[in-house]
């Protein structure tokens, strides 16, 4: 049944989002069912510029109702194995705090090195975490989250940004923006070109724009296949390399000022464990190897710059 669907499927013709033409595609399927709606998605490759999407994409209804996830819901299908056991006690809870606390240090560190006044909005953002790493006195922070539990918890803990309950795709505003970020936001989106469109036009002239995906070119994507713990079936939309996205930038009148590869980003452990679990060994030993694991893949990372599992572009309005 899987076989005569994929010939149907390579019957169509496909517009590729970078491309903008019908293009030659790779096409390969995954059985495993997608966790927004489960359904089994199919993967298209342009075998052109690099851009790897799902097939079919989710309806905007599917998104909506996957994003507004309550708590329970979280812990039920969004926090992985390894998490799980952390999040278990008081050590592994102070170890994802202070992961994330050096992160959003990171990120805000990497912008000032650009801009160090102005207006920023950070789309996805979440419980306002990153923008907290703002001084309220030199910049004016908006936030845009989908989530109405994550919007209650950063509206209650930080009175100085702005932050608003949509889609970005429904924001409509006049003001513009001197940096824009979407970490991790960004192979969500349904429709690329039309997010880049939007925000041309909230950036202002000589504004940044900072992207992170994760990297279709990941090494742990080509050792894990299927298992690769970024697929993250039917929530992530479109897979970007560098090559597919700075086209696409470039497209849209921004010039690529900088190419990051966060280095203690790896999904080693997690694919690993997305592995072995399907193995059916017992989640004890998977546990405890998937721990292991976690510094191997930072050993990793610094052989394979271009090859690591997350990308950060740099761009600049022209």
């Not at 994802?96 to 560190?109: E, G, L, N, Q, V």
């Given at each position: 049944?899987h076989?005569?669907?994929?010939?149907?499927?390579?019957?169509?013709?496909?517009?590729?989002?970078?491309?903008k033409?019908?293009?030659?595609?790779?096409?390969?399927?995954n059985?495993?069912?997608g966790?927004?709606n489960?359904?089994k998605?199919?993967?298209?490759?342009?075998?052109?510029?690099?851009?790897?999407?799902?097939?079919?994409?989710p309806?905007a209804?599917?998104?909506?109702?996957?994003?507004?996830?309550?708590?329970?819901?979280y812990?039920?299908?969004?926090i992985?194995?390894?998490?799980?056991?952390?999040k278990?006690?008081?050590?592994?809870?102070k170890?994802?705090?202070?992961?994330?606390?050096?992160?959003?240090?990171?990120?805000a560190?990497?912008?000032?090195q650009?801009k160090?006044?102005g207006?920023?909005?950070?789309?996805?953002?979440?419980?306002?975490?990153?923008?907290?790493?703002f001084?309220g006195?030199?910049w004016?922070?908006?936030?845009?989250?989908?989530?109405?539990?994550?919007?209650?918890?950063a509206?209650?803990?930080?009175l100085?940004?702005?932050?608003?309950?949509?889609?970005f795709?429904?924001?409509n505003?006049?003001?513009?923006?001197d940096?824009?970020?979407?970490?991790?936001?960004?192979e969500?989106?349904?429709s690329p070109?039309k997010?880049?469109?939007?925000?041309?036009k909230?950036?202002?002239?000589?504004?940044?724009?900072?992207i992170?995906?994760?990297?279709?070119?990941?090494?742990?994507k080509s050792?894990?296949?299927?298992y690769?713990?970024?697929?993250?079936?039917?929530e992530?939309?479109?897979?970007w390399?560098?090559?597919?996205?700075?086209?696409?930038?470039?497209?849209?009148?921004?010039?690529i000022?900088?190419?990051?590869?966060?280095?203690?980003?790896?999904?080693?452990?997690?694919?690993?464990?997305?592995?072995?679990?399907?193995k059916?060994?017992?989640?004890?030993?998977?546990?405890?190897?998937?721990?292991?694991?976690i510094?191997?893949?930072?050993v990793?990372?610094?052989?394979v710059?271009?090859?690591?599992d997350?990308?950060?572009?740099?761009?600049?309005k022209?």
């Amino acid at each position: 049944m899987h076989s005569l669907r994929i010939i149907n499927i390579m019957k169509k013709q496909f517009i590729c989002n970078v491309c903008k033409k019908k293009v030659h595609f790779n096409l390969f399927n995954n059985d495993e069912l997608g966790i927004i709606n489960k359904r089994k998605y199919y993967y298209i490759d342009c075998i052109k510029c690099g851009l790897m999407q799902i097939h079919p994409l989710p309806n905007a209804k599917e998104l909506e109702k996957y994003y507004k996830y309550n708590s329970k819901q979280y812990s039920d299908y969004k926090i992985s194995l390894i998490n799980r056991f952390l999040k278990s006690s008081k050590i592994g809870k102070k170890i994802i705090y202070s992961y994330f606390t050096w992160s959003y240090k990171t990120r805000a560190k990497l912008i000032k090195q650009y801009k160090s006044s102005g207006s920023i909005l950070d789309v996805g953002c979440a419980q306002g975490n990153f923008l907290n790493n703002f001084s309220g006195k030199y910049w004016d922070k908006t936030g845009i989250e989908l989530n109405p539990m994550l919007v209650k918890i950063a509206k209650k803990n930080f009175l100085d940004q702005k932050i608003i309950n949509k889609f970005f795709e429904s924001y409509n505003t006049k003001k513009k923006y001197d940096v824009v970020t979407l970490w991790q936001t960004f192979e969500h989106m349904q429709s690329p070109n039309k997010i880049l469109i939007k925000l041309s036009k909230i950036i202002k002239h000589h504004g940044f724009l900072i992207i992170e995906v994760p990297n279709s070119k990941s090494l742990n994507k080509s050792l894990f296949k299927n298992y690769w713990q970024l697929f993250q079936k039917g929530e992530h939309l479109f897979f970007w390399s560098a090559k597919s996205l700075t086209t696409i930038l470039k497209l849209h009148k921004f010039k690529i000022r900088k190419i990051y590869y966060p280095i203690f980003d790896t999904s080693t452990s997690g694919s690993l464990v997305n592995f072995l679990s399907n193995k059916k060994i017992p989640q004890l030993i998977v546990l405890l190897l998937g721990l292991m694991s976690i510094p191997l893949g930072i050993v990793i990372n610094l052989f394979v710059y271009d090859k690591r599992d997350n990308m950060q572009i740099i761009a600049q309005k022209l």
